[in-house]
Structure formats: structure tokens, C-alpha cells
């Protein structure tokens, strides 16, 4: 696996789950919202797996938040590690 990638699975997990924990959901109740298995949540936030774009913004939706600043919170964690 390249480590770059696997780096970048776990900065977009990890930013998806401290965006639902400050949204106050559960993984199952954002998963309920935009149609996922929980397990398939739990999997993106631990930097298992990455969404297919169509699926990151549903999530990003969900979450109540604007993409673009998702996107440059990730883009600016990037430049930091």
C-alpha cells in the first residue's frame, strides 16, 4: 500500500468523523441519513476506505457543512503532516 494514500484515507476519516461528533450523530444515524451501512462509515472514518466522490459530498451534506471548506480543512491538514 502506499503510505502517501493510506495517509490520506485516515486525514479524510478522521476530519469526517470530528465533523459528525460536532454534528452531534452517531455513525448509524449518519449512515441512516444518506443510505450507507454503519460499517461502511465506521470503515471511511478509521481510513479503511475512501468514498467515491458522490458519496463524500452526500456525507459532507449530511453533516450540514459547505464543501469547499471540508475540501481546504483537508488541504491544510495535508500541508501540516
Known amino acids: 500500500m502506499n503510505k502517501s494514500k493510506e495517509d490520506f484515507r485516515k486525514l479524510v476519516g478522521s476530519t469526517l468523523a470530528g465533523l ?3 454534528s452531534g450523530q452517531t455513525q448509524e444515524q449518519l449512515a441512516e441519513t444518506v443510505g450507507f451501512e454503519p460499517n461502511y462509515i ?5 481510513g ?3 468514498p467515491a466522490l458522490d ?3 452526500r456525507l459532507i451534506e449530511a453533516l450540514h ?3 469547499h471548506i471540508v475540501v481546504r480543512e483537508i ?3 495535508l500541508g501540516r503532516s
Open 20 to 22: 459528525r461528533k460536532v
Open 65 to 67: 457543512q459547505e464543501p
Open 42 to 46: 465506521s470503515e471511511i472514518e478509521r
Open 75 to 77: 488541504q491544510d491538514r
Open 55 to 57: 458519496s463524500f459530498f
Open 48 to 50: 479503511l476506505k475512501l
